[in-house]
């Protein structure tokens, strides 16, 4: 089924066939427009940019690439193709038929799931809005812009959801969405790690390999769930997602490739003097992203992930490799501080759906760092980045009460504070990664000293193609 782009709102949900849902919408629409101009991309706003737009939900055919104003990208409602007769695939309801309605002994919990996943959307867009001054090359503003306009697009999907199911509270969230302001004292977005300045590209693309990543993993956790337009929606957002992905995960090999040229000719392995990036403060950003993702998964025993999970609303990722999808009876063995060393606790199974989809994102992120480590060695230098141990500077959970080094052991408050500027980006690190981003590289085909060039470019198109035309 093909989506029709002239519509005033494309989609593939017969919104035609409602118009009172329609009609909401549309008036949500030009609100939405305003926040975009307020707190979208800082400048911009008549270039052409070389986007993909959403055409088709079918594994080939939906993404189709054009010059377009980000101002008037269209932003649409697109869920996956029903799956016939779909099954809950666990907790307490495992088996029964998925719900196409919501039901209203569960309505304020997928709400709270909804606007929480919505928040993160327009979150990352004003998080980001100041890069394009700065950014590397067109390629990589392209790219950026790209993540943008569909971090956009996932607002809509789950705004759709909010004013198709929850009536007038779900159009009340909906204005919400657009009030909050990502750092903001008295609105601020409701998860931390949403309201961290992403202040150069470093930042971006741990942003983009990490953050996103967390919404990969949430995504994926929202695919399972009963509710069966929820997991629909979750479902096309995650073909969107593994794009943004890609950025972050490239676009910190290219950094680490870059510095690993320059840091192998110099005596001291230093990177910044010869314009790029000392890899140890690529490995401090590494530090901060991580941990602070690691929160957005929640506490390591969570009474509100068992119950989303005993009554269907949210499963775990990839819900049908796990071995069991009741989990009533089994628990799970966590290993938690007590005074100055670690002891392992039993859980019980479903207290600890959190730890399992944190597992599944560590195994995933670990991957990646496996993979800028050959680069490394495939640059003839002997650093080595790595994760730090899960435990390592939490806010939220069970370790955030104690301090952690980045193996994971118990330290002081004040062995953490003395060690803090060599595990965490200092002030000093931020200086000298902005001193080697004071402005944009527009020239087609040219790339900052700090990044090394992408393997190929977007949609087939060369190194040197105008990504990004300027009036
Ligand atoms: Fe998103
Ligand atoms: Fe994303």
């Given at each position: 089924?093909?989506?029709?782009?002239?519509?005033?709102?494309?989609?593939?949900?017969?919104?035609d066939r409602d118009p009172r849902l329609r009609r909401a919408l549309e008036a949500w629409?030009?609100?939405?427009?305003?926040?975009?101009?307020?707190?979208?991309?800082?400048?911009?706003?008549?270039?052409?940019?070389?986007?993909?737009?959403?055409?088709?939900?079918?594994?080939?055919?939906?993404?189709?690439?054009?010059?377009?104003?980000?101002?008037?990208?269209?932003?649409?409602?697109?869920?996956?193709?029903?799956?016939?007769?779909?099954?809950?695939?666990?907790?307490?309801?495992?088996?029964?038929?998925?719900?196409?309605?919501?039901?209203?002994?569960?309505?304020?919990?997928?709400?709270?799931?909804?606007?929480?996943?919505?928040?993160?959307?327009?979150?990352?867009?004003?998080?980001?809005?100041?890069?394009?001054?700065?950014?590397?090359?067109?390629?990589?503003?392209?790219?950026?812009?790209?993540?943008?306009?569909?971090?956009?697009?996932?607002?809509?999907?789950?705004?759709?959801?909010?004013?198709?199911?929850?009536?007038?509270?779900?159009?009340?969230?909906?204005?919400?969405?657009?009030?909050?302001r990502s750092g903001s004292v008295e609105k601020p977005r409701i998860l931390s790690t949403?309201?961290?300045?992403?202040?150069?590209?470093?930042?971006?693309?741990?942003?983009?390999?990490?953050?996103?990543?967390?919404?990969?993993?949430?995504?994926?956790?929202?695919?399972?769930?009963?509710?069966?337009?929820?997991?629909?929606?979750?479902?096309?957002?995650?073909?969107?997602?593994?794009?943004?992905?890609?950025?972050?995960?490239?676009?910190?090999?290219?950094?680490?490739?870059?510095?690993?040229?320059?840091?192998?000719?110099?005596?001291?392995?230093?990177?910044?003097?010869?314009?790029?990036?000392?890899?140890?403060?690529?490995?401090?950003?590494?530090?901060?992203?991580?941990?602070?993702?690691?929160?957005?998964?929640?506490?390591?025993?969570?009474?509100?992930?068992?119950?989303?999970?005993?009554?269907?609303?949210?499963?775990?990722?990839?819900?049908?490799?796990?071995?069991?999808?009741?989990?009533?009876?089994?628990?799970?063995?966590?290993?938690?501080?007590?005074?100055?060393?670690?002891?392992?606790?039993?859980?019980?199974?479903?207290?600890?759906?959190?730890?399992?989809?944190?597992?599944?994102?560590?195994?995933?992120?670990?991957?990646?760092?496996?993979?800028?480590?050959?680069?490394?060695?495939?640059?003839?230098?002997?650093?080595?980045?790595?994760?730090?141990?899960?435990?390592?500077?939490?806010?939220?959970?069970?370790?955030?009460?104690?301090?952690?080094?980045?193996?994971?052991?118990?330290?002081?408050?004040?062995?953490?504070?003395?060690?803090?500027?060599?595990?965490?980006?200092?002030?000093?690190?931020?200086?000298?990664?902005?001193?080697?981003?004071?402005?944009?590289?527009?020239?087609?085909?040219?790339?900052?000293?700090?990044?090394?060039?992408?393997?190929?470019?977007?949609?087939?198109?060369?190194?040197?193609?105008?990504?990004?035309?300027?009036?």
């Amino acid at each position: 089924m093909s989506i029709d782009l002239s519509a005033k709102i494309p989609n593939n949900v017969d919104l035609d066939r409602d118009p009172r849902l329609r009609r909401a919408l549309e008036a949500w629409q030009p609100k939405y427009v305003d926040w975009w101009n307020e707190m979208g991309p800082v400048g911009f706003a008549n270039a052409d940019v070389y986007l993909r737009t959403a055409i088709d939900v079918g594994a080939q055919g939906w993404a189709n690439f054009g010059y377009v104003k980000m101002p008037e990208y269209r932003w649409g409602i697109f869920l996956s193709n029903p799956e016939a007769d779909r099954k809950i695939g666990f907790g307490d309801v495992a088996d029964q038929p998925a719900w196409q309605d919501v039901p209203g002994e569960h309505r304020a919990a997928l709400r709270r799931l909804i606007v929480t996943q919505a928040d993160t959307e327009p979150a990352s867009v004003e998080q980001q809005r100041n890069l394009g001054a700065i950014a590397p090359s067109l390629y990589d503003l392209r790219n950026l812009f790209q993540v943008n306009v569909e971090e956009g697009r996932h607002l809509w999907a789950m705004v759709y959801l909010l004013h198709r199911y929850f009536g007038r509270d779900g159009r009340d969230e909906g204005d919400e969405l657009l009030a909050r302001r990502s750092g903001s004292v008295e609105k601020p977005r409701i998860l931390s790690t949403f309201n961290q300045p992403v202040e150069d590209w470093l930042d971006f693309f741990m942003f983009t390999m990490f953050t996103d990543r967390d919404g990969k993993f949430q995504l994926l956790s929202l695919a399972e769930s009963g509710f069966d337009p929820l997991a629909r929606s979750a479902q096309f957002m995650l073909t969107e997602e593994a794009h943004h992905l890609f950025v972050g995960e490239t676009g910190i090999d290219r950094i680490v490739q870059r510095s690993a040229e320059v840091a192998r000719t110099d005596p001291n392995g230093e990177a910044f003097r010869h314009g790029a990036i000392d890899l140890p403060v690529i490995q401090r950003y590494l530090n901060l992203w991580f941990s602070s993702c690691l929160d957005l998964f929640g506490g390591e025993v969570s009474s509100n992930a068992a119950t989303y999970f005993a009554n269907g609303l949210k499963g775990r990722p990839h819900e049908a490799r796990f071995p069991n999808h009741v989990e009533h009876n089994e628990v799970r063995t966590l290993e938690l501080a007590q005074d100055d060393h670690l002891v392992t606790r039993e859980v019980a199974a479903r207290l600890a759906v959190n730890e399992d989809t944190r597992d599944a994102y560590i195994q995933d992120c670990d991957r990646a760092v496996g993979r800028w480590n050959r680069t490394l060695r495939n640059a003839g230098v002997s650093y080595e980045l790595r994760l730090p141990n899960r435990r390592f500077n939490r806010r939220i959970g069970e370790h955030s009460d104690t301090f952690f080094d980045p193996d994971g052991q118990p330290i002081t408050a004040e062995q953490f504070t003395r060690s803090m500027d060599q595990w965490l980006p200092s002030a000093a690190d931020r200086v000298a990664v902005r001193a080697l981003q004071t402005r944009a590289v527009t020239t087609p085909g040219q790339f900052a000293s700090w990044i090394a060039p992408p393997l190929r470019g977007i949609d087939g198109r060369p190194m040197d193609f105008q990504y990004v035309r300027f009036d």
